[in-house]
Nanobody, 125 residues
Framework: VQLQASGGGLVQPGGSLRLSCAVS????????MGWFRQAPGKEREIVAAISRGGTVREYPASVKGRFTISKENAKNAMYLQMRILKPEDTAVYYC???????????????????WGQGTQVTVSS
């Protein structure tokens, strides 16, 4: 499976941005998926996770209420809608996927087998 993240860019504080992750090679319906981010000098961290069916989602407290993850298996795509962006949201954002046979949501980086190349999000005035 290959993952292609897109949609990053420069946005002002308080603005919105929507990231997309295109899945190819195997149907997205096979995978639990997630979005991670990594700022310079920091560890890669989870920002949103979704079950293979798209019905269960989890977020860390830092983005809950501002970010929304969604998955369209029919389009082999996953999205991250980001609102009320803050300078501390600046990072490279990565989409990730892993095989699962259940409806579980995975929030641990080590559980993910497949990674996209990352897309830069910069929040600055």
């Amino acid at each position: 499976v290959q993952l292609q993240a897109s949609g990053g860019g420069l946005v002002q504080p308080g603005g919105s941005l929507r990231l997309s992750c295109a899945v190819s090679g195997r149907p997205a319906s096979y995978y639990a998926m997630g979005w991670f981010r990594q700022a310079p000098g920091k560890e890669r961290e989870i920002v949103a996770a979704i079950s293979r069916g798209g019905t269960v989602r989890e977020y860390p407290a830092s983005v809950k209420g501002r970010f929304t993850i969604s998955k369209e298996n029919a389009k082999n795509a996953m999205y991250l809608q980001m609102r009320i962006l803050k300078p501390e949201d600046t990072a490279v954002y990565y989409c990730a996927a892993t095989d699962t046979v259940s409806g579980e949501v995975l929030t641990t980086r080590s559980r993910y087998l497949y990674w996209g190349q990352g897309t830069q999000v910069t929040v600055s005035s």
